[in-house]
């Protein structure tokens, strides 16, 4: 039989284990389910002790995965529909746990400590589901588009759909994204600035956009307004049903979500920079500018998010056959862990630096560094 034969009968091996990133948004039962059982009040924070405790350890037994399937079998593969219902049922769990999280926080029997853990958990859910969003709202098909639109109403977040599609995946790793950060740049100091920078470029992009359209900036039309007046909708729609007394723990629960997605930016692009050609553009996006993981479990709760680097050269290529490129610099440990290290500045810079500069050669003017403070305003990518 030939080898091409041989690739056409390739089965995927994690196939049976996907539906794990389905655990994610049942945190919140998970949660009530063992303060139920033991009384521990305190496993109301459930959901960041599973992300990243519990995940980061799973990914040191389970090791990496560096394989990827065959190319004779990427496009049977895309076509199979089991792997898109992975995505598709992460948001009616996602949104029952949410409806279920406000019964508890209406009842007012958790205490400020356990509202705040649910809010917590729930926010985790939140997060991931972004991430859900993210896989969904780069296909061409008006269902996942719709989707995605719906999954990140939960964190009023939904101007990351445009932005994401149409800013990040241009500019990435060069100073024009907010998404990019700068090698010295903490990630308390990229978080401002890529929340209000990613709102911001989302309102011009889509203000460009109806324009050229001849539409008018505020009408229906515009997905930014909309994408905002959906999560107004839901939110509204749980405190008529609820009561007021929800909304503080809503608004708390899509701040964690936001920061878990921005945490998530951070460590993406770490100062990796794509270089000016002679015409004054930027080179193309390559597996180089990306940090990548290959670490098992974290890929399986997030759809292979971390094979980012083979997402940007393909953004419509499906989680199940992204590859791993060696040409990618590799992160140190999975998403889950490094999110962790990012929140702590000085530790970050200790493991990502000397990684950042070897692999540029230890030539740090190639890296997307953090201006210095001083009226000649943002650096600018060198040339090469």
């Not at 792997?83 to 508890?104: E, H, K």
């Not at 029997?109 to 509202?115: E, F, K, N």
């Not at 101007?159 to 990435?172: A, K, M, Q, S, T």
Request: proline letters at 7%.
């Amino acid at each position: 039989m030939s080898r091409d034969a041989d690739d056409a009968r390739w089965r995927d091996p994690k196939r049976l284990w996907w539906p794990l990133a389905l655990a994610v948004p049942t945190l919140p039962w998970q949660a009530g389910a063992l303060v139920h059982l033991t009384g521990v009040a305190a496993l109301w924070w459930w959901g960041p002790f599973f992300a990243f405790v519990l995940v980061p350890l799973f990914d040191l037994v389970a090791g990496v995965d560096g394989s990827h399937p065959p190319e004779a079998a990427m496009r049977r593969l895309e076509q199979d529909r089991y792997y898109r219902w992975c995505t598709y049922l992460y948001l009616p769990l996602q949104f029952a746990a949410l409806v279920w999280a406000c019964g508890q926080w209406a009842g007012g029997g958790l205490g400020v400590g356990g509202a705040i853990g649910l809010a917590a958990t729930t926010g985790v859910v939140a997060g991931v589901a972004i991430n859900t969003a993210h896989e969904l709202g780069h296909k061409r098909e008006r269902l996942e588009r719709g989707l995605s639109r719906l999954a990140l109403a939960q964190s009023g977040y939904g101007h990351f759909y445009v932005e994401h599609n149409h800013g990040h995946h241009v500019r990435v790793a060069t100073p024009e994204d907010p998404a990019s950060s700068r090698r010295g740049e903490s990630f308390w100091l990229f978080l401002p600035r890529t929340v209000l920078g990613s709102a911001r470029s989302a309102w011009v992009l889509e203000r460009r956009r109806l324009r050229r359209r001849g539409r008018r900036t505020w009408s229906r039309h515009n997905d930014v307004l909309s994408a905002w007046a959906l999560s107004a909708a839901l939110f509204g729609v749980l405190g008529a049903v609820f009561g007021p007394a929800v909304l503080p723990w809503l608004l708390l629960q899509a701040v964690c979500g936001i920061g878990l997605l921005e945490s998530v930016n951070y460590l993406e692009h770490y100062g990796l920079l794509r270089q000016r050609r002679a015409d004054g553009r930027y080179e193309r996006v390559a597996p180089r500018h990306s940090w990548n993981s290959d670490n098992t479990v974290s890929n399986l709760f997030l759809f292979q998010l971390q094979r980012h680097s083979d997402h940007h050269a393909n953004p419509l290529r499906r989680y199940q056959t992204l590859r791993h490129f060696d040409e990618a610099p590799q992160l140190p440990a999975g998403y889950a862990a490094m999110i962790v290290l990012a929140w702590v500045p000085p530790l970050w810079r200790r493991v990502m630096d000397p990684r950042l500069l070897a692999h540029y050669g230890g030539d740090a003017r190639l890296t997307h560094t953090r201006p210095a403070p001083g009226p000649a305003g943002p650096l600018r990518a060198p040339s090469r």
